[in-house]
């Protein structure tokens, strides 16, 4: 059981491209801590840095007490779960998650117990040990590539991507299990993914890469509701967040860019009149007024998801979009008005992103 | 093909049949001559139906020796022949295996340099370099022997080539896997690398021991004494005759014997080829 800190970590390669710039951060022990972000921003290269598995141009990785920059992969008392789990096709499942062990020199009593205990955990049956990877479905092996992992009680798990290649359905299943497990062994994990969804329910801690940088790390929650880049407020969320061009009227009024007023709130932003900003919106918190009042809308498209409705359309120039529960229907016609409540609205500087 | 033309399968059926016929009879041929006397060959009437001295023949060539320009025995010829070949099928495999696992896998200054030299030899098989090469082999006292025999053949850019290959579509993350899992280069080599490219070796492994059997003109050169000829140089000598008919029926019997183990690896590494190609591992 360790930590991981990760302190201003570097990563350029050989030609000169610059892939990860200064990320600092820290894992508590037992956390699960999930690097989001889009592909090229540098959080794969961030993980496999940790493992070992690509050399660290700058900066210190910590792993417990231990600075480990220059240890190798097998010294670092960590496991690896691949996306395309990696297991060695020629072995059965018991042999690929017995051969860190054997490795290691580890008693064959203990491994047989060692697996056993995995399995159980993962419910694989003695059968399924027998078997070679590849007479396994996608969903087993991704199990088997975690006994591998679980086995060897390492002081950190690393996981990266490990559910891109299963089916939707297969995913959220899995990504629940993964939690679960997390949960029980209270293992310090550190997960890399692409999908906003899967950080979102994973971590305990969310960190939002683009560009080689760290736009914010926290909570998933505490994202989601005050992000500090627009960045990170477009990346959080599904659908993603409205934005608007504007600039401050006057404190807790905006002119957006076709002239329509937009109230905020300011006691929560620190904008000067005149000040050229993005305002971000959610879809889930617009609602449509009935009574005539609010800002327009034109709508052009309702797309229905059965857990409620998408509703897309225009709004001050902009294309905009509108999340419904389940209940609530769009209205009929093109022409439509809606309320944003101030405190919905975010403010963000245009031209660097911040929040303000 | 799904549909079933009874008439349709004609044609091919007869150029397959034509194709085989050309291929078998020859062979055929020289097994009858096997089993003749010498008298039923030499005066040019010889049947197609096996005679009565099959055990006599083969006896005589494997354990007496034949009258001919070579008094060495045929299973001497053959113990040379296989010893060369495996010498060169296993060593051609070690060598090549070993160097693309270090081009493929390893970093080092030169690497590029290194693969360009071994693809180069590609450009010079031992009939193009034979003067220098028997110039070392013979001051370095390798003549008449396995060793001079095999090992001037053994270096071998195909086989790199091939395994270079293959390696590199082993995917990345068996090799960080099993960094992970606390394999040094040695052990990743040997428990997962060897396992996987088992197909390939078998493939390899039978060409390289046609190619080592098959070696006429390097044995040739190399070896003066008649007890470590090679049985493809045997058959040339057990038909050149002084002062006496050529014994036909032991030529063929010879030649009977020198086709017998190159088609028993062929049969047998047959099953784990096409196993091999049925279960597609990686």
New interface residues.
Partial sequence: MAGVLLDRVEKTYPGGFNAVKGISFAVPDGGFCVLVGPSGCGKSTLL?MI???ETITGGQVRIGERVVNDI???GRD???V???Y?????MSVYDNMA??LR??KTPEPEILSRVQEAAKILELNDEMLKRKP?QLSGGQRQRVAMG?AIVRKPAVFLFDEPLSNLDAKLRVQMRIEIRKLQRRLKTTSIYVTHDQLEAMTLADMLVVMNAGRVEQVGAPLELYERPATAFVAGFLGSPPMNFLNGRVEKPGVLRLGDGTELAYDPAHFTATSGAEIQAGVRPERIIFSKDGSGIPFKLELVEELGLGQLVHGVLADASFTVALPAGVHAPVGDAQRVTIAPDAVHLFDRKTGARL | MVENRRFGNLLPHLVLIAGAIVVAFPVYVAIVASTLDAETISNGHMSLLPGSHLIENYARVLFEGTGSTTKAHVSDMLLNSLVSALIIAVGKIAISILSAYAIVYFRFPLRGVAFWLIFLTLMFPVEVRIYPTYKIVSDLHMLDSYAGMSIPLIASATATLLFRQFFMTVPDELLEAAKIDAAGPYKFFRDVLLPLSRTNLAALFVILFLYGWNQYLWPLLITTRDDMQTIVIGIKKIVDTQDALTEWQLAMATAVLAMLPPVAVVVFMQKLFVKGLVETEK
């Fill in positions: 496999r493992a070992g598995l190798e992969p097998m960590i496991a690896m691949f996306q395309n990696a297991l060695y096709p020629h051969y860190g490795n290691l590849r591998r």
